[in-house]
T-cell receptor, first 117, second 113 residues
Framework: NAGVMQNPRHLVRRRGQEARLRCSPM?????VYWYRQLPEEGLKFMVY????????ESGMPKERFSAEFPKEGPSILRIQQVVRGDSAAYFC???????????????FGPGTRLTVT | SQKIEQNSEALNIQEGKTATLTCNYT??????LQWYRQDPGRGPVFLLL?????KEKRKERLKVTFDTTLKQSLFHITASQPADSATYLC????????????FGTGTRLTVIP
């Protein structure tokens, strides 16, 4: 059973370009979470999605960032017009249930390390 | 907003000793607390979950305690080994309105042979 998959593992973008990060949850998991980890900082929640729905985007910057989880295919985190401050590790996690209603661990992917030059 | 503090950014201990890591939190009432391990360049890996009505949980050489009055969790690794060297993260979840986990910044543990 493959774990959570993320690609690319490393992404280099110049300022002003777009970054697209992909996440395929574990088989059977319909809940996807995106986190950002800056150097020497903890994981910060960005957005929580279920298939075709954004459930909670309270941690996502209002501008330039968007996320989707289509009926078919991986979840996508999209960052438009990247700036140097977007450089970070972005992690995707999945779970089979909603964390508000059930206590359950999250399964994390290996992360995408974004570098903006 | 909720605040989660993990004691000491880094902790060095001798192989064979017990490592104790602390997680304190404020402004939040979690329904459960989790501990994760993160190795450099990798995603966090789940270790243990403890619910608010549980005092202690064990798994092999790992032990977690949860005191909701003190708002604190202790994470113990007994008979530590160099392979236990990693960053350990505590995460809170299940509080009112929360769809996600709130993570501490982690404690980097080094077990010296």
């Amino acid at each position: 059973n493959a774990g959570v998959m993320q690609n690319p593992r490393h992404l280099v973008r110049r300022r002003g370009q777009e970054a697209r990060l992909r996440c395929s949850p574990m088989k059977g998991h319909s809940h996807v979470y995106w986190y950002r980890q800056l150097p020497e900082e903890g994981l910060k929640f960005m957005v929580y999605l279920q298939k075709e729905n954004i459930i909670d985007e309270s941690g996502m910057p209002k501008e330039r960032f968007s996320a989707e989880f289509p009926k078919e295919g991986p979840s996508i985190l999209r960052i438009q017009q990247v700036v140097r401050g977007d450089s970070a590790a972005y992690f995707c996690a999945s779970s089979p249930v909603n964390l508000r209603s059930s206590s359950y661990e999250q399964y994390f992917g290996p992360g995408t390390r974004l570098t903006v030059t | 907003s909720q605040k989660i503090e993990q004691n000491s950014e880094a902790l060095n201990i001798q192989e064979g000793k017990t490592a104790t890591l602390t997680c304190n939190y404020t402004n939040y009432s979690p329904a459960y607390l989790q501990w994760y391990r993160q190795d450099p360049g990798r995603g966090p890996v789940f270790l243990l979950l403890i619910r608010e009505n549980e005092k202690e949980k064990r798994k092999e050489r790992l032990k977690v305690t949860f005191d909701t009055t003190l708002k604190q969790s202790l994470f113990h690794i007994t008979a530590s080994q160099p392979a236990d060297s990693a960053t350990y993260l505590c995460a809170l979840g299940g509080g009112t309105g929360a769809n996600n986990l709130f993570f501490g910044t982690g404690t980097r543990l080094t077990v010296i042979p």
